[in-house]
């Protein structure tokens, strides 16, 4: 399956840049191989247009400012508002522009911090973050970056354990003992999660930010993904300590993901330093890009495609409520009954 072809991916909500990232002006950005451009407007609410001026077709990322709260196109001026509405034609500045003068306009919200789209009429909310609100935990911001990789792989490897040891072998794995958790899968309506507990490495920098001066230690896990480009990992230490990680995978195309990661902790910055919370996760997840770019543009549903092994179970879950989805959402697919009832 390649995810920009199904129209379902469609009517999700991705998060896109930080809406702090809008405040020296318009930027691109890229989903599901559609060019947007996004901005600021007067209220500090962020707007999401087609990147291209129904004018002459230049990019509206290009050279263009926010002037009194619209979107001013960098090659005649031209004015647009959130809606996507024309609203001044500079060069005739009496005339009202007509309906026709409108640039395309998608779906855009703040929440979290960042910019949120959706590209067609929105089949579910922008998902709940565990934490999110919660005045005793804080939020670091870890990284964000495009990897070269199909977006809902890298959602996959969230919900795999089996990984751990190899992969993350110089972070907190160890190949020499393959980690084997017995998992507590639950299905959700619209994706998958685990709980589990997972014994771990606990290397040098690690028993700082955790204050756990053993080198080994227990992570008590709860993992979910969300579809199609939301996963959570809740890390749970014997102390009491939890890292609960936020990644978003949002698909530029087929082969390249908007990567971005935060973590709500509730321990504080004296007891160990955002910075150095966030330089090991980005080890960790260098590790995984490292792997990950090595796969393709395809995530096969057909279960026949690829082979499996005990552990995939999260995985395979994964693709099943893909397939079902491909048909629209539950309330949407004939002879279902809907979610509501
Ligand atoms: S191309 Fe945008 S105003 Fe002319
Ligand atoms: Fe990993």
């Not at 901005?39 to 707007?47: E, K, S």
């Not at 619209?70 to 031209?78: N, S, V």
């Not at 959602?155 to 794995?173: K, M, P, Q």
């Not at 026949?304 to 995985?315: F, I, K, W, Y």
């Amino acid at each position: 399956m390649l995810i920009t072809e199904e129209p379902i991916f469609r009517r999700f909500w991705y998060p896109t840049l930080r809406l702090e990232e809008l405040a020296d002006g318009p930027k691109p950005f890229t989903l599901l191989k559609e060019d947007i451009v996004l901005w600021q407007q007067a209220d500090g609410a962020p707007a999401a247009l087609e990147d291209k001026c129904p004018h002459r077709s230049v990019k509206l990322s290009v050279d263009s400012l926010v002037v009194d709260g619209t979107l001013r196109c960098g090659y005649h001026g031209w004015r647009f508002a959130g809606d996507g509405g024309c609203v001044l034609v500079p060069q005739t500045p009496d005339l009202a522009p007509p309906a026709r003068n409108a640039a395309k306009a998608y779906h855009c919200r703040e929440r979290y911090g960042y910019v949120w789209v959706c590209l067609e009429e929105p089949v579910r909310d922008i998902p709940d973050l565990p934490h999110a609100d919660d005045p005793g935990f804080r939020q670091v911001f870890e990284y964000q970056e495009t990897w070269d990789a199909n977006a809902l792989r890298i959602g996959e490897n969230a919900l795999d354990l089996s990984h751990v040891s190899f992969v993350h072998r110089e972070t907190f794995g160890e190949d020499e003992s393959p980690v084997s958790p017995d998992l507590d899968l639950f299905e959700m309506e619209d994706g998958v999660g685990i709980r589990c507990y997972v014994p771990v490495a606990n290397r040098e920098d690690q028993q700082k930010n955790l204050n756990i001066a053993d080198d080994h230690t227990l992570r008590k896990m709860k993992i979910t993904w969300r579809l199609p480009a939301v996963f959570t990992i809740r890390i749970t230490y014997p102390t009491g300590l939890i890292h609960q990680i936020i990644g978003f995978t949002t698909p530029i195309d087929d082969e390249r993901t908007h990567r971005c990661q935060f973590v709500y902790r509730n321990d504080t910055e004296a007891d160990a330093p955002g910075e150095n919370v966030a330089a090991f996760d980005r080890r960790v997840a260098a590790e995984d890009r490292r792997i990950l770019e090595t796969t393709g543009p395809d995530y096969p549903l057909d279960l026949h495609a690829e082979a499996h092994m005990v552990l995939d179970r999260p995985g395979i879950l994964m693709r099943q409520i893909l397939a079902d989805w491909l048909d629209g959402p539950p309330e949407e697919r004939a002879g279902l009954e809907t979610a509501a009832e």
